[in-house]
């Protein structure tokens, strides 16, 4: 059963790094944005404009120089670091562009690890929940490969499914179809967004691709150093 959605708000978020001598390279600056609840956003932008920085920030993988972002009325950043980590364990799915799938384990097994923490979705129905997901995306046979036995298009649709698979309300993903050939983007995406949207999930994708950009509830550009 799906989780009620998520509102995703931001205000003043900004993200610089030192480079030495009092100097700072600021890599983002979002006045204001507000994701709809259960709505299907793309992010485009010319690389290095913040783009992955803004999904990690989000995440609360890493923290802003300045502003807030409150996700379901929660300030993310004013959470201790191991509530913000069960936070996002909990509610967000997040489909990184390396991947990060866990080389000693197969691909059942890095689908079921990831709901380790989600108290909802009982253990007994780890298994079970994770062969449906990736059969779904066309893994059905390759449940006992592991990472470096799978094509990197394969290990893609391995982080979808294990983005998906602790059912969270907010899906963050960076090119999430960057190793996928035309044609198996098109099915992944389509099985993708319509779990998605059975599920009534809020979704940010980056992403330049046609495929993923047509079928979008909006997109927003972010510029180098700039607002969306």
Request: aromatic share 4%; proline share 5%.
């Amino acid at each position: 059963m799906p989780e009620a959605q998520l509102s995703v708000n931001i205000q003043g978020l900004k993200k610089s790094f030192p480079l030495g001598n009092g100097i700072a390279l600021e890599v983002l600056n979002i006045e204001k944005l507000t994701l709809p609840l259960g709505s299907y956003t793309v992010l485009k932008g010319p690389s290095g404009s913040g783009k992955t920085t803004l999904l990690n920030l989000m995440a609360g993988i890493s923290l802003p120089t300045s502003g807030k972002i409150w996700i379901d009325e929660i300030d993310i950043f004013a959470l201790p670091e191991p509530l913000r980590d069960r936070f996002r364990a909990e509610h967000i799915g997040y489909i990184f562009q390396t991947f990060n799938l866990l080389a000693p384990f197969t691909a059942l097994e890095n689908v079921m690890l990831s709901m380790m923490f989600k108290q909802s979705i009982p253990k007994r129905e780890h298994h079970q929940h994770a062969v449906e997901i990736l059969s779904r995306l066309g893994l059905k046979e390759r449940l006992s490969h592991k990472p470096h036995q799978l094509s990197r298009g394969e290990q893609q649709r391995v982080a979808i499914a294990r983005s998906l698979a602790n059912n969270p309300s907010l899906l963050l993903a960076d090119e999430p179809c960057a190793s996928l050939d035309a044609n198996t983007a098109r099915v992944v995406l389509d099985e993708f967004l319509t779990i998605c949207q059975e599920e009534k999930k809020t979704l940010l994708i980056v992403s330049h691709d046609e495929i993923v950009l047509e079928r979008a509830d909006q997109i927003l550009e972010i510029t180098e150093v700039n607002h969306v």
